[in-house]
T-cell receptor, first 111, second 112 residues
Framework: QQQVKQSPQSLIVQKGGISIINCAYENTAFDYFPWYQQFPGKGPALLIAIRPDVSEKKEGRFTISFNKSAKQFSLHIMDSQPGDSATYFCAASMRGFKTIFGAGTRLFVKA | NAGVTQTPKFQVLKTGQSMTLQCAQDMNHNSMYWYRQDPGMGLRLIYYSASEGTTDKGEVPNGYNVSRLNKREFSLRLESAAPSQTSVYFC???????????FGPGTRLTVL
């Protein structure tokens, strides 16, 4: 199974709150799990990524939590800011092979 | 470095017309990709080129052709455009060593 399922489709969070986006995959051969951020009118850009040998990776206010046994991973945005309002895509890939993207989550952070 | 560039930014076609979307990268990357983005469907791979001289079909190749002209350039051609091909098209590139894909700014295509 090559799908990556992402939820929710859209998310509204108050400024200063925590935004959480979840993804699930089936193929245990995936070995790289990136999150991309896309602003309106722009192409996606890598935000943060994790490999399955660690359970968590943190970069500033952004954290990926990874549960290998459940085949799930999530993005947490702490202290969410209006500037974080964007579409977020989770993805999964095997080294040197195609990347499969989730359907995307539109995040809106209310000031 | 300009990164990944795409032309045109916007295009309107009539059903049956043909056109070529251009993509170029200046990062000396081996792999290049074409995606389409539709609401609620994420990014779907149309074609990719793992290295100069090779191309392979992705998830949704029907109605499209590609050419890897050289290491820098990867073009996408619509031979006979259909309304179902109305979408935003993104080109991306990836180095041989890393996993990160670098995306261009996109081409918004409308087929009437």
């Amino acid at each position: 199974q090559q799908q990556v399922k992402q939820s929710p489709q859209s998310l509204i969070v108050q400024k200063g709150g925590i935004s959480i986006i979840n993804c699930a995959y089936e193929n245990t051969a995936f070995d790289y799990f990136p999150w991309y951020q896309q602003f309106p009118g722009k192409g996606p850009a890598l935000l943060i990524a994790i490999r399955p040998d660690v359970s968590e990776k943190k970069e500033g206010r952004f954290t990926i939590s990874f549960n290998k046994s459940a085949k799930q991973f999530s993005l947490h945005i702490m202290d969410s800011q209006p500037g974080d309002s964007a579409t977020y895509f989770c993805a999964a890939s095997m080294r040197g092979f195609k990347t499969i993207f989730g359907a995307g989550t539109r995040l809106f952070v209310k000031a | 470095n300009a990164g990944v560039t795409q032309t045109p930014k916007f295009q309107v076609l009539k059903t049956g017309q043909s056109m070529t979307l251009q993509c170029a990268q200046d990062m000396n990357h081996n792999s290049m990709y074409w995606y389409r983005q539709d609401p609620g469907m994420g990014l779907r791979l149309i074609y990719y080129s793992a290295s100069e001289g090779t191309t392979d079909k992705g998830e949704v190749p029907n109605g499209y052709n590609v050419s890897r002209l050289n290491k820098r350039e990867f073009s996408l051609r619509l031979e006979s455009a259909a309304p179902s091909q109305t979408s935003v098209y993104f080109c991306a590139s990836r180095s041989g060593e890393g996993d990160t894909q670098y995306f261009g700014p996109g081409t918004r295509l409308t087929v009437l």
